[in-house]
């Protein structure tokens, strides 16, 4: 699909979506087609990519706070602070919660809810 057509489709800036996909396609989440019918399309089945895949490459390492990023604790804060251990938590819960969520799980959902639409005339 053409970043043209995703702009219109979402309503959002190609330019936008260009610096978007840069880093996606680095990170070989998706792959660009060359050509006139060309664009991007997802580098493995939608299923196989994780939200968290794509938060890690737009974002970087998640973490609730500075002080546990990925469930990796920083030593100093670790030694220091009082309130580590729930921010390591927080984050461990998100990254469980975003590692189980696959692409294939939002376009699903996305159907669902679609296909409960009401049309009052």
Partial sequence: MSLKAIADRQGLSEHYLEQ?????????????????????????PAAQISVGDVIRVLEGPIGYSDCAVDGEPDPACAATCPVHGVWEKVTEQIVAVIDNISLQDLVDQSRAEQQNLMYHI
């Fill in 20 to 44: 978007l996909a840069a880093p996606l396609r680095k990170a070989g989440l998706i792959t660009s087609i060359r050509g006139a019918q060309g664009g991007y399309v997802l580098s493995r």
